[in-house]
């Protein structure tokens, strides 16, 4: 620790000596906010620039410790997404890592600009001590300057440290800091000159969970049947202060609040709306300490793994779910645009590996890929079910992912609709093959005679099973339009169209009575097969019972229409076809005893 602070004051006084082409911009202001509550650190700067120097400016340089901006994961600034880029500045000192923000305008001399900038950095704090019970807090030690790092003179500059809580152990106290609340506040400074340095040092409680993906795999795979299927698997470690000492189940049931301080039991994965067919699973199998719930605008899975998690633990898990097709893939000029996030679903989780993978349909062609940040990628291809020349698969490779990495990944490509047939064609070729298959088995004579008296009663009971079929199809379509009339009179609840209802009931009572009469007909059918003497009285018995139905319904209709037009209560109107109700219920249960039977015996 303190072999880096003389490394950077030694290339700090080197600068000094190299920043006189520096004088142009001067920081009139600059406010910052570190955010320790987490073990990412956020730090939010505040700049306002003015140009005192002869020429006109069109960026501003930032400069970071080489050893801090190694841990940096994001650096944006705002307002309207400024571009910010990796530069080498010469004549700067070498240990010293620069980034250019590209101004919105050219800043002309005597002009000012106000912009903000966000840098995020991970592993940036330090547990100190190193090990810990599982009763102990986790305490950490976080390092920075008090000063802003500025290749420019700055006026006025202040600094605010927030703490996830007032348990601070110590911090560096400076002429003008200040312990509050959870809050260390430094300055104001003012007038100091460019690469002005003044180390910190703060030393306190952090309970948060220091959860990393050392190894997050996604994969994204889209279906144009209607469904895209994410799956995540993960490798867990909890990064924060080692546990010393054994594991005791009995300590940590008694003291809860003591051992959560140094350990987590839960993550929460905020996963997109309208997601379904959700499963959290390990190697064992599925994981049942978990909870799911959700709305119109969001999903959120509580992940709890099978032990707590204490510092150096580590945990292996996969979660899965489905989305809509619709609410993330759209079509324009002929080509498909998936618009889908990229980073990891469960809040606070650092991920150092993160590889994505969107496996594009089966002759998808002509595809490439967006996201707003560095990353490296590639392509595959991936062999499924039923394909045939394999499925493209574009990778996207990116280390040290933050929250902030959580923007939407855009996939491009073209696809041919007729390629949908593709798998499809093949499924009917192969049940076609194999109904031609077994028709040709069962045309093959393998009886000894057809003459003999076994051989006529076997056609003759496959002319019954086959009278049989043909009753259960007419009373599925009775079934049917049963249900379409009693949906006539819901519609009529919710629209109160009465003329649509009587419609409804007018063709429900033709298609009724034209059923009837094929019954009647298979009836009369089966009274001539002498293999069908214990089957005729239950189809005759059923055939009265859905006429009985039929008349049922059509009262019951008429009195709901009547009452509507009439405009009765509905507790009236409940009263009205309470009888039929219950007599339909009756009727019906006895007919589908009936049909049970006669499936049976076919």
């Known amino acids: 620790m303190a072999i880096s602070r003389i490394v950077l004051l030694l290339f700090v006084g080197i600068a000094f000596l190299w920043t006189t082409t520096r004088a142009d911009l001067v920081i009139s202001k600059l406010d910052r906010k570190i955010d320790v509550t987490k073990q990412v650190v956020r730090v939010t700067s505040s700049f306002k620039v003015e140009n005192a120097g002869p020429s006109v400016e069109s960026k501003v340089l930032l400069a970071f410790p080489t050893h801090q901006a190694k841990n940096m994961a994001e650096l944006l600034a705002s307002p309207k997404n400024l571009r910010v880029d990796l530069v080498k500045p010469q004549g700067m000192p070498p240990d010293l890592t620069f980034y250019a923000v590209q101004l919105p305008k050219d800043l002309s001399v005597g002009e000012t600009l106000s912009f903000d900038v966000l840098a995020v950095f991970t592993n940036s704090l330090q547990p100190f001590p190193e090990q810990i019970t599982q009763t102990e807090a986790q305490l950490v030690v976080f390092q920075d300057s008090a000063y802003f790092l500025s290749p420019y003179a700055v006026k006025a500059q202040s600094l605010l440290i927030k703490l996830p809580n007032r348990n601070v152990e110590s911090f560096t106290k400076l002429e003008n800091s200040k312990l509050t609340d959870s809050e260390i506040r430094y300055g104001p400074f003012e007038n100091l000159p460019s690469f002005s340095y003044k180390p910190i040092v703060v030393h306190f409680e952090c309970k948060g969970p220091f959860a990393v993906a050392q190894q997050l795999h996604r994969e994204i795979e889209i279906s144009h049947w209607g469904n895209v299927q994410v799956t995540e698997h993960y490798k867990l470690v909890h990064a924060g202060a080692l546990n010393r000492g054994g594991f005791s189940r009995f300590d940590y049931q008694s003291r809860p609040y003591a051992s959560e301080s140094s350990s987590f039991r839960h993550l929460i994965a905020r996963l997109p709306p309208r997601a379904h067919s959700v499963y959290y699973r390990d190697e064992i199998g599925n994981i049942s300490t978990s909870h799911l719930w959700g709305n119109s605008r969001k999903t959120e899975l509580v992940i709890e793994p099978r032990y707590p998690m204490f510092g150096g633990w580590r945990t292996s898990f996969t979660i899965g779910y489905g989305l809509p097709l619709k609410d993330f893939l759209f079509q324009s000029e002929g080509r498909r645009l998936l618009n889908i996030?990229?980073?990891?679903?469960?809040?606070?989780?650092?991920?150092?590996?993160?590889?994505?993978?969107?496996?594009?349909?089966?002759?998808?062609?002509?595809?490439?890929?967006?996201?707003?940040?560095?990353?490296?990628?590639?392509?595959?291809?991936?062999?499924?079910?039923?394909?045939?020349?394999?499925?493209?698969?574009?990778?996207?490779?990116?280390?040290?992912?933050?929250?902030?990495?959580?923007?939407?990944?855009?996939?491009?490509?073209?696809?041919?609709?007729?390629?949908?047939?593709?798998?499809?064609?093949?499924?009917?070729?192969?049940?076609?093959?194999?109904?031609?298959?077994?028709?040709?088995?069962?045309?093959?004579?393998?009886?000894?005679?057809?003459?003999?008296?076994?051989?006529?009663?076997?056609?003759?009971?496959?002319?019954?099973?086959?009278?049989?079929?043909?009753?259960?199809?007419?009373?599925?379509?009775?079934?049917?339009?049963?249900?379409?009339?009693?949906?006539?009179?819901?519609?009529?609840?919710?629209?109160?169209?009465?003329?649509?209802?009587?419609?409804?009931?007018?063709?429900?009572?033709?298609?009724?009575?034209?059923?009837?009469?094929?019954?009647?007909?298979?009836?009369?059918?089966?009274?001539?097969?002498?293999?069908?003497?214990?089957?005729?009285?239950?189809?005759?018995?059923?055939?009265?019972?859905?006429?009985?139905?039929?008349?049922?319904?059509?009262?019951?209709?008429?009195?709901?229409?009547?009452?509507?037009?009439?405009?009765?209560?509905?507790?009236?109107?409940?009263?009205?076809?309470?009888?039929?109700?219950?007599?339909?219920?009756?009727?019906?249960?006895?007919?589908?005893?009936?049909?049970?039977?006669?499936?049976?015996?076919?």
């Open 341 to 602: 996030s990229f980073g990891c679903p469960i809040e606070d989780v650092v991920v150092e590996d993160l590889t994505v993978k969107v496996v594009l349909p089966e002759g998808s062609y002509d595809f490439s890929s967006f996201v707003p940040f560095s990353a490296e990628k590639r392509q595959e291809v991936k062999q499924s079910h039923l394909d045939i020349e394999g499925r493209p698969v574009i990778v996207l490779k990116k280390s040290n992912v933050v929250p902030e990495h959580n923007r939407p990944l855009l996939v491009s490509y073209r696809f041919n609709n007729l390629s949908l047939l593709r798998e499809p064609l093949m499924l009917v070729s192969g049940f076609f093959l194999l109904f031609i298959t077994y028709v040709a088995l069962t045309r093959i004579d393998m009886s000894i005679s057809k003459s003999s008296a076994s051989y006529i009663a076997q056609l003759q009971w496959d002319e019954v099973q086959t009278t049989v079929q043909r009753v259960l199809g007419l009373m599925n379509r009775s079934l049917t339009a049963h249900a379409k009339l009693e949906h006539s009179l819901r519609d009529l609840s919710h629209t109160g169209d009465i003329q649509s209802c009587k419609a409804a009931r007018k063709v429900a009572d033709g298609v009724l009575k034209e059923l009837l009469k094929e019954l009647k007909l298979a009836s009369v059918s089966l009274q001539s097969s002498p293999q069908a003497a214990h089957i005729c009285p239950k189809v005759e018995e059923m055939i009265a019972k859905e006429r009985e139905i039929q008349e049922r319904l059509m009262l019951k209709h008429s009195a709901v229409v009547d009452s509507f037009e009439k405009k009765h209560s509905g507790r009236e109107i409940e009263s009205r076809v309470a009888v039929h109700e219950q007599k339909l219920a009756t009727l019906k249960h006895e007919v589908a005893k009936i049909l049970e039977f006669l499936d049976e015996v076919c």
